[in-house]
Each structure stands twice: as structure tokens, then as C-alpha cells.
């Protein structure tokens, strides 16, 4: 009676000591924060939608409420974040003071991104908000986003290739009307001093036939590129990347949840402090397997995956070991073991997430690959990701 | 004429009837055909008489006096009207002896004139005290005419009736008695044992509709009186009788009299006002509205003050006059551009408020529309012109690169009506029971769509409760106006007395009445 006691007392003790760790973990990790600042139907979600590649449903549900007129959506998951996005939706609502925001994020956020409709006039709200809120943290970026541009040109399509220059001016030979023009003067002109760049985009769900649903989707991650603080841009490239290269849509839902693990396996690698990051990596990896097989909804060929992969070594569990020792060595070790050690911490755990979900995949297609087939894999996957995660490390030094 | 020659004349007149009736039984009888004529017109008779009981059971021979609240009445003034029904409605129990009496009515009409002054004052040691006499005597007057036209329009014969037959309708009953019980006395004569038993028949089931006529009949003059006089005591109450009868009566019919055809009567303009945020399309609407540009619109703020167009259309009952207003930011929150806006709303008849289809942040709308409603709680004398929302810009609404009107947005299937009714829905659930309705269009030029159709029969629907609004409101302005220009007149009559008083004393020997009265008395 009284060991089983202790025994549950212990166990309950590890727990929350790792969960401590992830905690401490994740405040470390290089997570844009995006304030998000505009009306309602202004535009946020698509946003979001257009950086992350989420679903609208999906950013419905990840929103959890933050201050009183405030939310908070962790893309693609609370445990494994990698864009933080805030929505100040009580922006509209009576009495909303931007000072519990402040309070409460204000440090925190990197990037104020303000939406506004291009021909949304009434904005007094706004900009008396948004001015104290630029008050608060004068260096740090403000991006106006200019949305729904083809309410400028009801019923008509998108003018291919987009015409905007980098600071959202147009050419001489436009081919918008000039209500457009005059309503972009006119918001740059209310803006002027309070946003750093200013971009034009029109994100439309895809039913909606137009042309281009990601009309300006591009521009505005240059731009929010060249505004975040430099450790930030990794997570938005390699999301962006790993994006790229796959096809299929289920893989591309499921990508930004290996990757958001794998960043955070990077971030504890890097922890100069040996040994410790061995029960952390290889509890992250296991929650990463679990948390993607409730995504294909194959929660049994969780556990038979992780027979395999630490029978046949995959993950962590054959080579972090190697590289352990590096941190032993006095002065030098710590700082090549962080970079190294990080950098395979991250690879490592994304080959292993491309592994599984590779598993997924043939068991729903009808066949369990073997062990041989599925190490194969790992490692190509491996041979890739290190590739990207060495060439740039994708850990911030300084989590200021 | 004296009562022999009238009987005489009747009788003459009746003679040739009577006759024809004693031959024509005298001719049916040899035939014997006697029975079945009698039995054929028993029958009608019966008939007759079930059928009079029947309807006057439910009511319908004579209808009771009907009500229908004046258009210009305020809620507070609907409250009002609920003390007076519960009244009317006690009458029904009251004896028919009672409603004949003309004491009960005195009393009546007392009771009620303090109940509703004390309703419109409540906490007034004495809530009369502050009505003036030509008031009293407008209640008195407008009470007694309408009567009169009621009686002149209801009652057959009823300008024949003089206050002696009002007292003996009550013994009506007893005449139609003691004729009938004649008729029965000599028919007893001819045919004891028939007689007998129709006798039996009738007085059973055909004597009581005779009685239920004559009580509707005093149920119905009392509960009109009641009715009427009500109505005027509320309108004394609200201070509204106090232009005097004669102008009291000649506006109202103005405001509620139906449109000529022949325009002989030019039927009162009614002031639409468009309310909503900058650029949600108020000068686009009133394009649409006028068929044709008129009103400045631009892809930024363009109306800098109030303006008015006027629009006269066959197709609607009275003219409009539609004030374009300068727009207010999302959250309305400059003082001065709300208060403007109530200004505005205040001097108009009807509202129309104009909501972005695809702008849902309307704090600003419900906080303006909030204001406006507190502002007529603490008037209640004044009534709050209905507010219909228009929802415009319907075309950019989802799928935006569709644009095929006509659209069943009420039950539609399409994508675009189907969003429509959402962004309809979405608007009444935001404002709630604040406006009359959301009516969806497009005003863009070149894409109207929606304002013949739903715009207008929704405005034209609510002119009537419009003119209400606007027939209170010059009632209000008249009798602001009037009361000064009143005291004025009274004031410079009486100093035209004092002072031809002190120039006569200074000038007892050589003055004479005719000079001029206004001149300075001689210091």
C-alpha cells in the first residue's frame, strides 16, 4: 500500500518535473508572435490561414481565450508551437482599453500586424488604439495589411502578375481602378508614422473562383520576413520549405506538427547541460508519435511504431549518444555540442515524424512496411533534414 | 303636427296594407290555403328571429365600436389606452339599467379623467391641477363631435332619436310586450288551442333576441362613449389638445386622411433620414432611391453635412424628403457626431440605417441607436420614428465574382442567397428588436438591385406609423411655438387695455375711444 503510494507519488513527481522542462523549453523557443490588430472580418483568419496553410475550421478551434478581449492560437499545437498568432477581437466591442493587452503580451509580441479592409474607413477606433500600442514599444515592427482589395473592383478578377512594388506602390500603368489607388493613398496617408511597411493582398477561400487565392500571400511573407528579428525568419523558411515539396494535402496538414516538434527537440538539444536532454528528447519524440497518430486517427500503430523504431535504433536513441560526449569537453564542448547536438536533436525527430507518418500511410494504405523499408526511409529522411537544420541553426541564442 | 293628425296620416297610410292584408287572408282562407300560409310565414318569422338572435349573440348585427390606436400615440400612450379598455370592458357586467342612466356617464367620465391624469402624473397631489380650461374644453368638444358622427354613422334612424326615446329605449321592450301580448289575445279569439301553443313556442325562444338587441344596443352607445372619450383624455393628458380643438382636428386629418387620387389634398411629406457608418453606401442608397445621381458618393468619405433631396414617386402615397447624413466612425465615438445624428433623427419621421454587408463591426450603430432610445424614454411625449436597417452592398457578398440578380434571398438555395439571408440574419441578431426590419440591397451604380423591390413597399409599409411620428411632432412644435405666441398676444392685449385705460384718465376731457391705442401713455 504505502510503496504503491509512493510509487504513484514519484511517478506523478517525473511528470511534472518534465513538464517543467517543456515548459521552460518552449519559452526558449524561436516563436514568432504576431499581434494581430483589426475589426472583425478584416481579414485575421485568412491571414492566418494564408501563412500557416491551416483550415479556417482548424484556427476556430486552436483560438483559446487570452484576456478579456483577447485569444491566442498556437499553430499547430499549444505543446509544440510554432507562430504564435493574438487577435485582439474585442477591438470592436465598447470599452476595450488595449492596456490589458499590453499587460499581458505586450513584451512578448515581435510583430503587430494591422488589418484593415482597403476601403474601410471608419477606423478612429483602430488607429487611437494602435497608437498607444506603438507608444508602448516604439522598435518594435508594425505591418499594415491592406485586405480585400477586389471590393475595389467588384465581379472582376485579379490583375496577373500582382502589380504592387515592395512598399505597396503601383506602377504607372496600373491596371486597378482609381478608387483603388486614391483608398490606398488615403490609408497610407491615416497610417503614415504608425506602421513600418504597408502590403496589399486579397486572401479568398478557393470556392470563391477567384484567380489567385493567395493574391499577395507571397509579398506578405517577404515582408513579415524582413521585419522579424532574425531567429524568427528560420521557423517561417523551413515551414514555408518542407511545404513546398509535398503534394498531398493530408502530409501538408500534419508537416507543421513534425516540424513544430522537431524545433522543439532542436531547442532542448541546445541546452549546454548533458545528459538531461536525453529523457527530454526522447519524451518529446514520443509525444510527437502519439500526437500524430491521434491525427491519422491510428492511435494502436503508435505503440507498434515505437517497438520498431527503438529496436532498430531510430530517433535519438542510436546516435545522440556519440555526440554526448562532445559536451564533456570544457570550453569548447558545450558551444560545437549545442549547435551539433541541436541541430541532430531537430533532424533526427523530424526523420522520425516523416517516418511514422510514412507508416501511417501504408498500414491505411494495407500493407506494414518491414523494418528494413522503414529504416531506409528514416535515413534518407534523416540525410535531408540535416541538411537544413545544420546549414542554419534554428535556434534563437538569445529568447529576448 | 299635433299626435291626432300624425296617427291620422300614419293610419291612412297603413289603411290600404292593413286591407290588403284582411282580403288577402279572406282570400287564402277560401282557398284553404290558410294553414300553410300561416305555417310559411311562421317559419320565416322563426328564422328571422333565430338568426337575429344569433348574430346579435356574437355580436355582429351591431358591431362594437372597434379601436385602432391614432398613429401618432407613444407607448406611453398605448399604456394609457390599456386603462381604458380594462373600463370598457367592466361595462359588460354593468345592468342595462344602469348604462341608460346619463349620471352613470358623468361619473364615468370623472373616474377616468383622474385615473389617466394620475397615470400621466403619477406622484401629483392633484394631477388635474396643471391642465388648462380650453384644453377641458377641447376633450369636451372633439368626445361630443365624434360621438355624434358615430351615432349619425351606426345607428339607423339615429339622428331621429332624442334624449326622451334614449330614456325609453329601455321600455321598448315593455311596448314590443303589450303589442304582442294583444296580438296573442285576439288570435286566442279565432284558434284557442294553435294559438296556445305558438304562444308557448315564442316565449320560449323568440323573445329573447328582442331583449339582447336593446341591451347591445346601450352596451355598444356606452362602451363607444367610453372609447372616445378616452382616446381624448390622452391626448389631453400629453399636453397634445393644447393647440385648441379646431387646429388639433384639421392636423390629425391632414396626417391620417388617405391620399387623393385627384391630389386635390396634398398629403403631408415625410422626412426619411439615413443614418449609418462612413461609407456603408447612405448617398448610394439615396441614388438608388432617386434614380439617378444626384448625391455625391466616392470611395472615401464624401458627405460633409446634411443634405436634402426631395423624391416624389407615383408610386408612393406622399412625397419624401431623404436627408443624407454625414456617416460616423466605427464606434461613434465623437460626441458632437452623435449628438448631430440625434438632432437629426429627432426632426425625421423615419430612419433608415445603413449597414456594410461585409463590415459586421457595428458597436457604433447599436451604441447610436441606444442613444436615440434613451433620449426618447426620458420624452415619452414625443414618439421614436421606426428605424429600418438597409443592408447594402450585397454584391460583394460571397460569391463575390457572381452578380446575377434577381435573388430569392428569403429562400433561395443559391450561395449568394443563401448569404444574403445569413448577412441579414447576422444583422437582426446584432441589433435586435432596435429596428423594424433589414431590408438587403445593392446601391452601386449600375448594379441596383433591390430598392424597387424591398426598399420601398418596406417604407411604404411603415409611412402610416411615420406620419404618426410627424403629425406628434408639429402637434409638439405648434403648441411650443403657440404657447409663446399665446402669452404674447395675451400680454399685448392687455397692455393695449392699460394703456388706453391711463390715456383716457390723462385725457378724460377730449378723449375720444378711436385713437390709436398703442401709443405711450403721456408721462
Known amino acids: 500500500m504505502f510503496s504503491k503510494v509512493r510509487h504513484w507519488f514519484s511517478k506523478e513527481r517525473r511528470e511534472e518535473q518534465l513538464r517543467q522542462r517543456l515548459d521552460g523549453l518552449r519559452r526558449r523557443l524561436p516563436v514568432p508572435r504576431f499581434w494581430l490588430l483589426g475589426k472583425t472580418q478584416s481579414g485575421k483568419t485568412s491571414l492566418i490561414k494564408s501563412l500557416t496553410g491551416a483550415e479556417t475550421a482548424e484556427i476556430g478551434r486552436g483560438f483559446q481565450p487570452c484576456t478579456r478581449f483577447s485569444r491566442a492560437y498556437d499553430f499547430p499545437t499549444v505543446e509544440a508551437p510554432l507562430l504564435r498568432f493574438l487577435d485582439t477581437r474585442g477591438l470592436d466591442e465598447l470599452g476595450y482599453d488595449p492596456a490589458d493587452d499590453l499587460a499581458r503580451f505586450g513584451a512578448d509580441a515581435d510583430v503587430v500586424v494591422v488589418t484593415t479592409k482597403l476601403l474601410d474607413h471608419a477606423l478612429e477606433n483602430l488607429l487611437n488604439h494602435l497608437r498607444t500600442i506603438r507608444r508602448s514599444q516604439l522598435t518594435r515592427p508594425v505591418v499594415l495589411v491592406a485586405t480585400c482589395l477586389h471590393e475595389a473592383y467588384p465581379q472582376q478578377q485579379h490583375p496577373l502578375p500582382y502589380p504592387f512594388a515592395d512598399d505597396a506602390s503601383l506602377p504607372a500603368d496600373s491596371p486597378f481602378p482609381e478608387e483603388l489607388h486614391r483608398s490606398l493613398q488615403e490609408q497610407k496617408r491615416r497610417f503614415e508614422g504608425l506602421v513600418d511597411r504597408v502590403v496589399a493582398v486579397d486572401l479568398t477561400p478557393p470556392e470563391e473562383g477567384f484567380n489567385d487565392p493567395d493574391y499577395g500571400g507571397p509579398a506578405l511573407r517577404q515582408v513579415l520576413l524582413a521585419v522579424l528579428p532574425g531567429a524568427f525568419r528560420q521557423t517561417l523558411l523551413t515551414l514555408d520549405e518542407a511545404r513546398r515539396e509535398l503534394g498531398d494535402l493530408y502530409s501538408r496538414q500534419v508537416l507543421p506538427h513534425i516540424v513544430g516538434y522537431s524545433t522543439l527537440a532542436a531547442t532542448a538539444g541546445a541546452v549546454p547541460v548533458p545528459l538531461v536532454d536525453l529523457v527530454l528528447l526522447a519524451s518529446i519524440q514520443s509525444r510527437m508519435v502519439y500526437h500524430l497518430a491521434r491525427l491519422y486517427n491510428q492511435p494502436l500503430t503508435a505503440r507498434r511504431f515505437t517497438e520498431i523504431a527503438s529496436t532498430f535504433g531510430l530517433g535519438i536513441f542510436l546516435r545522440q549518444g556519440t555526440r554526448m560526449l562532445l559536451k564533456w569537453v570544457p570550453f569548447v564542448g558545450p558551444v560545437l555540442g549545442s549547435v551539433a547536438g541541436g541541430a541532430l536533436a531537430g533532424a533526427s525527430t523530424f526523420a522520425l515524424g516523416k517516418a511514422f507518418c510514412y507508416y501511417c500511410q501504408a498500414v491505411h494504405n494495407g500493407h506494414v512496411p518491414g523494418p528494413e523499408d522503414l529504416r531506409r526511409y528514416y535515413k534518407v529522411q534523416l540525410a535531408l533534414a540535416e541538411g537544413a537544420w545544420v546549414a542554419r541553426p534554428a535556434v534563437a541564442k538569445d529568447p529576448a | ?523
Open chain 2, 1 to 523: 303636427m299635433s299626435r291626432w293628425r300624425i296617427l291620422l296620416v300614419v293610419g291612412l297610410l297603413a289603411v290600404p296594407f292593413a286591407g290588403l292584408a284582411v282580403i288577402g287572408s279572406y282570400y287564402l282562407w277560401t282557398l284553404h290555403w290558410g294553414f300553410y300560409a300561416w305555417w310559411l310565414m311562421f317559419a320565416s318569422m322563426a328564422l328571422g328571429y333565430v338568426l337575429g338572435w344569433y348574430w346579435q349573440h356574437k355580436r355582429r348585427l351591431l358591431r362594437m365600436p372597434e379601436f385602432t390606436a391614432p398613429v401618432h400615440w407613444t407607448e406611453r400612450d398605448a399604456e394609457a389606452w390599456r386603462l381604458v379598455a380594462a373600463r370598457a370592458q367592466a361595462a359588460v357586467s354593468l345592468p342595462v339599467e344602469k348604462l341608460s342612466e346619463i349620471a352613470q356617464y358623468e361619473a364615468e367620465a370623472r373616474q377616468m379623467a383622474l385615473e389617466l391624469a394620475a397615470f400621466y402624473h403619477p406622484g401629483a397631489s392633484d394631477p388635474v391641477s396643471n391642465l388648462t380650461i380650453p384644453e377641458v374644453l377641447a376633450v369636451i368638444e372633439l368626445a361630443a363631435r365624434d360621438l355624434g358622427e358615430l351615432v349619425d354613422r351606426y345607428l339607423p334612424g339615429g339622428h331621429l332619436l332624442t334624449v326622451g326615446d334614449w330614456r325609453r329605449a329601455r321600455q321598448a321592450a315593455d311596448w314590443y310586450q303589450s303589442a304582442s301580448n294583444l296580438y296573442w289575445a285576439i288570435a286566442a279569439l279565432f284558434s284557442p288551442v294553435r294559438t296556445a301553443a305558438r304562444y308557448a313556442a315564442s316565449k320560449v325562444g323568440l323573445s329573447a333576441p328582442w331583449q339582447m338587441l336593446q341591451q347591445n344596443l346601450v352596451l355598444w352607445f356606452y362602451t363607444a362613449f367610453i372609447h372616445r372619450l378616452g382616446t381624448y383624455l390622452i391626448d389631453l393628458n400629453s399636453g397634445r389638445l393644447r393647440i385648441g380643438a379646431g387646429r388639433y382636428r384639421e392636423l390629425v386629418e391632414q396626417y391620417t386622411a388617405p391620399p387623393c387620387s385627384d391630389g386635390s389634398s396634398e398629403p403631408p411629406v415625410v422626412t426619411v433620414t439615413l443614418l449609418g457608418q462612413v461609407k456603408a453606401g447612405k448617398s448610394s442608397v439615396i441614388n438608388a432611391l432617386l434614380g439617378e445621381q444626384r448625391a455625391r458618393t466616392d470611395v472615401l468619405p464624401a458627405t460633409a453635412g446634411a443634405e436634402r433631396y426631395e423624391l416624389k414617386n407615383p408610386d408612393l402615397p406622399s412625397d419624401l424628403v431623404l436627408v443624407d447624413t454625414v456617416g460616423f466612425g466605427h464606434a461613434g465615438p465623437k460626441a458632437d457626431q452623435v449628438a448631430a445624428t440625434c438632432e437629426a433623427a429627432r426632426n425625421s419621421d423615419l430612419l433608415l440605417l445603413v449597414l456594410h454587408a461585409r463590415m459586421p463591426a457595428r458597436q457604433g450603430d447599436v451604441t447610436l441607436l441606444d442613444g436615440l432610445r434613451d433620449w426618447y424614454a426620458a420624452h415619452p411625449d414625443l414618439k421614436r420614428p421606426p428605424v429600418l436597417a438597409v443592408l447594402t452592398h450585397i454584391d460583394l457578398l460571397s460569391p463575390a465574382l457572381e452578380w446575377r440578380p434577381p435573388y430569392d434571398w428569403r429562400q433561395g438555395l443559391r450561395a449568394k442567397e443563401q448569404n444574403i439571408r445569413d448577412a441579414v440574419a447576422a444583422a437582426k441578431g446584432q441589433l435586435g428588436a432596435r429596428v423594424a426590419g433589414v431590408v438587403p440591397v445593392c446601391a452601386a451604380a449600375g448594379k441596383i438591385w433591390g430598392v424597387e423591390e424591398e426598399l420601398l413597399p418596406a417604407v411604404i409599409e411603415r409611412l402610416d406609423e411615420a406620419h404618426g411620428v410627424a403629425l406628434l411632432r408639429c402637434l409638439k412644435g405648434e403648441k411650443d411655438t403657440g404657447k409663446v405666441r399665446k402669452i404674447f398676444e395675451q400680454l399685448l392685449a392687455a397692455a393695449k387695455q392699460a394703456a388706453r385705460i391711463v390715456w383716457e384718465q390723462y385725457n378724460r376731457p377730449s378723449a375720444s375711444p378711436g385713437r390709436s391705442p398703442e401709443l405711450p401713455p403721456r408721462a
